[in-house]
Nanobody
Framework: QVQLVESGGGLVQAGGSLRLSCAAS????????MGWFRQVPGKQREVVAV??????NYAESVKGRFTISTDNAKSTLYLQMNSLKPEDTAVYYC???????????WGQGTQVTVSS
């Protein structure tokens, strides 16, 4: 059974930085893509950053501030968030698509709060 466990969220002042981690327990074969999403109450979950085939794509709102990366040896996905803004406040989720049936695996979410 594969589980994704996020960590690294918290409260930070505007302009600060956080690094989110998403550790996978259990192996996922044939990973298609990995990414970070975020959601605020009353709104749909939105994509923040996705990496696939060695390429990364970012939402316009985070380009130049956020960086997605992986450590395959540790089966961990990261999101480095710099120059944080109050509008970045959300619950952040990691997602991995992979396995024989291209299953979506989601983490439980980690709260990021940016104060002004």
């Amino acid at each position: 059974q594969v589980q994704l466990v996020e960590s690294g969220g918290g409260l930070v002042q505007a302009g600060g930085s956080l690094r989110l981690s998403c550790a996978a327990s259990g192996s996922i074969s044939s990973i298609s893509s990995m990414g970070w999403f975020r959601q605020v109450p009353g709104k749909q979950r939105e994509v923040v950053a996705v990496t696939s085939g060695g390429q990364a794509n970012y939402a316009e709102s985070v380009k130049g501030r956020f960086t997605i990366s992986t450590d395959n040896a540790k089966s961990t996905l990261y999101l480095q968030m710099n120059s944080l803004k109050p509008e970045d406040t959300a619950v952040y989720y990691c997602k991995v698509i992979g396995g024989a049936t291209m299953t979506d695996y989601w983490g439980q979410g980690t709260q990021v709060t940016v104060s002004s």
